[in-house]
């Protein structure tokens, strides 16, 4: 299984960007869905999540400026981001509850996606 994550880039603040993580392999689906971001020297922050009901919950920094959504067609999880300020500058990583052709259902890690606002 893995989980690629996509997206990332510079952006001035203000702009937007819509991160993508999309899982492949031996997988019949994905269930629930989130987001976290790191600083180098910081703990990963969770960001946001999409339940399996299709339920969002944002951390309050982010919330009215990113969606978080799920495409089931395609085993994607998005993650929308709109007004961007340079505090949002972080590693975004995307974890997502896949289910494998076993049936049996595990939690992967995408591997990171940088994202850069300037001031």
């Known amino acids: 299984v893995q989980l690629q994550a996509s997206g990332g880039g510079l952006v001035q603040a203000g702009g937007s960007l819509t991160l993508s993580c999309a899982a492949s392999?031996?997988?019949?689906?994905?269930?629930?869905g989130g987001w976290y971001r790191q600083i180098p020297g910081h703990p990963r922050e969770w960001v946001a999540t999409?339940?399996?009901?299709?339920?969002?919950n944002y951390v309050d920094s982010v919330k009215g400026r990113f969606t978080i959504s799920r495409d089931n067609a395609k085993n994607t999880v998005y993650l929308q981001m709109n007004s961007l300020k340079p505090d949002d500058t972080a590693v975004y990583y995307c974890?997502?509850?896949?289910?494998?052709?076993?049936?049996?259902?595990?939690?992967?890690w995408g591997q990171g996606t940088l994202v850069t606002v300037s001031s």
């Open positions: 974890l997502v509850d896949v289910i494998l052709t076993t049936r049996a259902r595990y939690h992967y």
């Open positions: 392999g031996s997988i019949v689906g994905i269930d629930s």
């Open positions: 999409v339940t399996t009901g299709g339920s969002t």
